[in-house]
């Protein structure tokens, strides 16, 4: 839904906002569980994840504000209702709660399954609803995000299992975007752009992540337009040729054409992962674009609009 409103912003294709208005009516009248009050990790599955639930709102919120369509913006707030009820705990939002019962899961080691600072770009949403009690929410996970963050990619040794964690810890950068006019924020944001772009590129020889670096690159870009983080331009030139390497159409592997236009989940040593999927693809097309904005010195872009 968020890609496909951005891409319809973009360029005012009315195949794209169909495809959004598509996704969301799936989501509002098919996915949605009202025995239950919240989205399932899938039609039927006994299990929701507090990150899934603030992604599917802030989607529908992106298809609201395409289309005005009020059904949209109405489930999104029974689905905050849900985020901030059915996963609080006195200290953390839990990741993951069983269905029916809405008991939460027992941690292990993933981090998916573990309270983290990522969580907070989910708490977004409830930022993205306008509604000052929602916000006050947010202000309780970022106080949390901000305490434990510096311990998130601490806690993995695997080289390649860390480079998953650097597009989780992304999420969390990404949401501090929305509050970057604090000094304590900005400090953060900073260095955590900085150790970000070192790992990325310690670990790339061994296995990179497309998303990665796209999602570096939104944020480098963005906290520069914020005023937040100057702009390390050198970074985000190699960033960008970083992108543009998962680019399907640059490949050989690109038989399939569901991936002609997309990019390539990853690459280990040379050798790329013949997977291709929407979350990867839609980071990469909107760092691309930003980064155009940017050179063409047109920037337009406002933060709810951050796929």
Known sequence: ???????????????????SVRAARFLTREAWDPAASTFPFEPGAELAY???????????????????????????????????????????????????EKQPLTPDRRW?????????????AWLDLGD???????ERALAYSLATHQTFLDRESNREKLMDRLHAYCYFMEALLWVADRPEVRTVLQGGIVRTGVLLREIAPEFERSDVGAQLLRIR??????????????????????????????????????????????????????????VSTAFCAQALALWNDHQ???????????I
């Open 132 to 138: 000052e009690h929602a916000a006050r929410l947010f």
């Open 221 to 278: 870009l963005i906290a520069a337009y914020l005023g937040a983080v100057p702009l390390d331009e050198e970074a985000a030139v190699d960033e960008v040729e970083r992108v543009l390497s998962f680019h399907a159409p640059n490949h050989a592997l690109t038989i399939d054409a569901r991936v002609r236009g997309g990019f390539w989940f990853g690459r280990k040593a040379s050798t790329m992962l013949p997977f291709s999927n929407p």
């Open 112 to 124: 998916s399954r573990n309270p983290g600072c990522y969580q907070l770009k989910s708490a977004v």
């Open 50 to 100: 507090f990150f899934d639930l603030g992604i599917i709102i802030r989607g529908l919120l992106s298809a609201w504000r395409a289309t005005g369509d009020e059904e949209f913006r109405s489930c999104a707030r029974e689905a905050a209702l849900s985020l901030a009820f059915d996963f609080l705990d006195d200290t953390v939002f839990h990741p993951v709660i069983s269905l029916p």
């Open 1 to 19: 839904m968020s890609a496909f409103a951005y891409l319809h912003s973009r360029t005012g294709t009315q195949q794209y906002l169909d495809a």
């Open 296 to 306: 063409a010195g047109r920037w337009s872009f406002q933060l709810p609009q951050l």
